[in-house]
Nanobody, 114 residues
Framework: QVQLVESGGDLVQAGGSLRLSCAAS????????MAWYRQAPGKQRELVAG????????NYADSVKGRFTISRDDAKNTVYLQMSSLKAEDTAVYYC???????WGQGTQVTVSS
């Protein structure tokens, strides 16, 4: 079955940390650049972070630089988003994206209380 399944979303206090995971199945994971997006209520979906095939290159939205880290484990077909120093404005549904396939997961909710 071709799918991306996100996990790890939770309610956390401002200043806290979370690690999101996205497990891929049914795709050639190692051949796909991967990305994390988020969508807050009433706002458009925005790119949070991306990682190249092999993980040698990453990019981040200015709003998360220095706080979030994207990584991948091709042996586990999984991409991660380590989030630290969380802020209330990080509250959103976070989505995983397999860029080459334009494949999306169902999303995982992150809520940061101030």
């Amino acid at each position: 079955q071709v799918q991306l399944v996100e996990s790890g979303g939770d309610l956390v206090q401002a200043g806290g940390s979370l690690r999101l995971s996205c497990a891929a199945s049914g795709i050639a994971f190692s051949f796909n650049p991967m990305a994390w997006y988020r969508q807050a209520p009433g706002k458009q979906r925005e790119l949070v972070a991306g990682i190249s095939r092999g993980g040698g290159s990453t990019n981040y939205a200015d709003s998360v630089k220095g706080r979030f880290t994207i990584s991948r484990d091709d042996a586990k077909n999984t991409v991660y988003l380590q989030m630290s120093s969380l802020k209330a404005e990080d509250t959103a549904v976070y989505y995983c994206n397999a860029v080459a396939r334009n494949l999306w997961g169902q999303g995982t909710q992150v809520t940061v209380s101030s």
